[in-house]
């Protein structure tokens, strides 16, 4: 008997340089910190929830790169994680490449779920293929994409997050959109609806022993036919002693002799 994860569970991460922004508040100190150490503690508590799941994080900025492959092992997912820089998957936003990565990373699974969390605070200004035609191919292979933007709407430029384009993309394959902004909390908050909405799940599965049994019932009937031959030839040999016993001449003593 053997569990295993019926779900997988990509985190894309947005590293574009207005992560950098630091405009949300620590609630327990008051501090403000830039957006991406804000994602990276939120992320962080999250991941150490998903046990049963396997999890992968996608970053993507001009281009889409994967920083961890789909894995039980979360410790490695966590390392990974915490080795994230701001701009290094270059400045700009490209959201259609990274939910494309994500849905190539994710084909070969046999998982019964796929799920992508998708965060950005920006626009998409550099992908190879558009949003809502990369939600399109996610939701043909069964990939349902949660959004979550934390930039400011009212912002101009590459620095404006399009709620709704991220709100777009989330109906097309079924998921829910959310809008943080300038609160750790709130964002925690969001995290602990996603993890309420996909609760962990496994799938149980019986692995037999491929190992040919069928030298058992073939050793039971030749060891019976073994034995009926052994019975047989017996029987044969005791009644042939029997049959020279019975034809030996008797011995008549003085019998035939006279004067």
């Not at 080795?83 to 290094?88: L, R, T, V």
């Not at 930039?151 to 101009?156: E, F, K, L, R, S």
Request: glycine share 6%.
């Amino acid at each position: 008997m053997h569990d295993e994860p019926a779900r997988v569970l990509m985190l894309a991460i947005d590293l574009s340089q207005s992560m950098s922004t630091r405009d949300f508040v620590n609630p327990q100190t008051g501090e403000r910190m830039d957006r991406l150490t804000a994602v990276k503690q939120v992320v962080r508590d999250f991941v150490a929830k998903r046990k049963g799941d396997r999890i992968g994080v996608v970053v993507f900025g001009e281009a889409a790169y994967p920083q961890a492959p789909l894995t039980l092992d979360h410790d490695s997912v966590l390392l990974l994680l915490n080795q994230m820089q701001i701009g290094m998957a270059a400045p700009r936003t490209a959201i259609g490449d990274a939910i494309g990565l994500t849905v190539k990373l994710m084909e070969n699974s046999p998982a019964q779920e796929k799920v992508l969390i998708l965060l950005t605070d920006g626009n998409d200004t550099a992908s190879a293929i558009p949003p809502d035609r990369a939600a399109d191919i996610a939701k043909n292979n069964k990939v349902v994409i949660h959004t979550v933007g934390i930039g400011d709407p009212n912002a101009t430029g590459e620095d404006k997050v399009d709620l709704d384009a991220l709100q777009h993309i989330s109906e097309i394959t079924g998921g829910r959109s959310f809008h943080a902004l300038g609160n750790a909390q709130e964002l925690a908050d969001v995290y602990t609806t996603l993890d309420k909405m996909t609760p962990e799940k496994v799938k149980r599965e019986i692995y037999r022993p491929q190992r040919d049994f069928f030298w058992i019932p073939l050793a039971a009937a030749l060891s019976i036919l073994t034995l009926y031959h052994c019975l047989a030839l017996l029987i044969a040999v005791l009644r042939t002693s029997g049959r020279k016993q019975a034809s030996k001449p008797m011995d008549m003593n003085g019998a035939g002799h006279g004067n």
